[in-house]
């Protein structure tokens, strides 16, 4: 497998060149100008319009021109940052790109499509306000992070008074930015696949003058002692909740490695070795699933660190007391040598395993030109998780995990249990 990188007049590729009948690529465009529901809202429905209709096709054409091929397409919207994702097989390649050109270049955004997407993102908004999960993550980063931050979410309530007040001119608008702005392109796929896909992207690009993206605004708020934001979703059965707290370190910080490193001991994400897995789940019973790590950190953004886990009503208690516990305990003691023996194979592994499928490595690789960084500087930072030694993980858990300065956010079935949870915060 060969990985490239490549910087072009008005945006810059990642070419992953592997012998394979598939082809994967991604495009990604930083729109970010503001944060403000109105903006979040104009981005939602960008998402969906883009395949509503373009050129000569309406809606139901252009989704079926997609489906006969058997292509994999979508859009999506996050932190102001629009994705077009593909798959398709390379004898299909001629006419995917056919497809995609024409969705770019000339989308309809027609007023009766835009209002059934008005209505559509309506309705995924009420149902939004069912997903204690997510929106325990969203309140946990509007007390870490200020609104004028792209990591700040609005509320659903306050997204949904904007959608119904967008406009077709408002897309238009924001696709004149998405064209203008300068591009980030990943692609997979044997060489000629490749070469052709890249001029596709130059032969759409060459006309528009670019933009190149502006600095965001980076606002994170001061936590001070503990913090409980609670939100009522009588429906659920379990409490969802996000612990966590600012980390002042982008991916240019030496000590972002190693903070990494000691939280993959703490609660490695989506699998089962990490001490609150250990503890919290199997010794203790309280959670089937328990992670920790940082995230929203580029190379000009700072993030945070978060715990994502739920708990029974009965359970929520004790089970937010154990996991401060263990925070506490990797907080003042640190790792054992054990552990950073264990762990140091455990992700190097899991690093080999992503270059083991294309569409993989085409993600990998394309998350870290989307953070800023170059592949050669991200390869030096992953690397330096398996170098560092385990006195640095130690200092980095020392300095950045304060167990003092947390936010604890829940959502889900709290009425019965607000009062035990506020005591909690109490607890030194």
Not at 124 to 151: F, I, N, Q
Not at 321 to 326: K, Q, V, W
Not at 378 to 389: D, F
């Amino acid at each position: 497998m060969n990985i490239k990188t490549q910087l072009h007049t008005n945006f810059q590729s990642a070419t992953i060149i592997k012998e394979t009948p598939v082809v994967s690529f991604l495009i990604t465009v930083d729109c970010h100008t503001e944060n403000s529901p109105y903006q979040t809202a104009v981005s939602l429905l960008y998402a969906d319009l883009m395949l509503a209709g373009a050129g000569e096709y309406n809606r139901e054409d252009f989704l079926y021109a997609i489906n006969e091929l058997g292509i994999s397409l979508s859009v999506n919207e996050h932190e102001g940052k629009i994705t077009i994702a593909v798959k398709t097989l390379n004898i299909h390649l001629v006419k995917t790109l056919k497809l995609i050109e024409t969705m770019l270049v000339s989308p309809t955004f027609d007023l009766a499509e835009c209002k059934r997407a008005i209505e559509t993102t309506n309705n995924a908004l009420v149902l939004y306000k069912e997903d204690a999960r997510a929106l325990s993550h969203d309140a946990l980063r509007r007390t870490l992070y200020g609104e004028v931050d792209r990591h700040f979410d609005f509320k659903p309530e306050l997204i949904a008074e904007a959608v119904n007040n967008i406009t077709p001119d408002d897309l238009k608008k924001l696709h004149e930015r998405v064209m203008e702005s300068y591009w980030t392109v990943s692609i997979g796929g044997n060489e000629k696949t490749v070469k052709d896909i890249l001029k596709h992207v130059e032969k759409i690009k060459k006309t528009i003058p670019t933009i190149m993206p502006a600095q965001a605004s980076v606002s994170t708020k001061i936590i001070k002692g503990k913090q409980l934001v609670l939100q009522t979703i009588s429906s659920k059965q379990n409490i969802e909740l996000s612990i966590g707290g600012n980390l002042p370190l982008s991916l240019s910080d030496p000590d972002l490695a190693p903070l990494s490193f000691g939280l993959a001991v703490l609660g490695k994400w989506g699998g089962f070795a990490g001490r609150l897995m250990s503890t919290v789940r199997e010794k203790e019973g309280l959670t089937y699933g328990i992670y920790a790590r940082a995230e929203g950190i580029s190379k000009s953004e700072v993030g945070y660190w978060r715990i994502m886990t739920f708990f029974a009503p009965k359970d929520v208690v004790t089970g937010i007391t154990s996991t401060l516990r263990e925070i506490n305990k990797i907080h003042k003691t640190g790792i054992t040598i054990s552990e950073w023996e264990r762990f140091k194979n455990i992700l190097k592994t899991g690093e080999v395993l992503v270059y083991d499928s294309l569409s993989s490595t085409v993600g990998f690789v394309h998350s870290a030109l989307v953070a800023g960084v170059t592949l050669e500087e991200y390869k030096a930072y992953r690397e330096r998780m398996y170098s560092c030694s385990r006195s640095e993980v130690n200092q980095a858990l020392k300095k950045y995990l304060n167990p003092e300065n947390i936010v604890i956010s829940a959502a889900g079935p709290v009425d019965k249990v607000a009062k035990d949870l506020k005591n909690i915060v109490k607890i030194n």
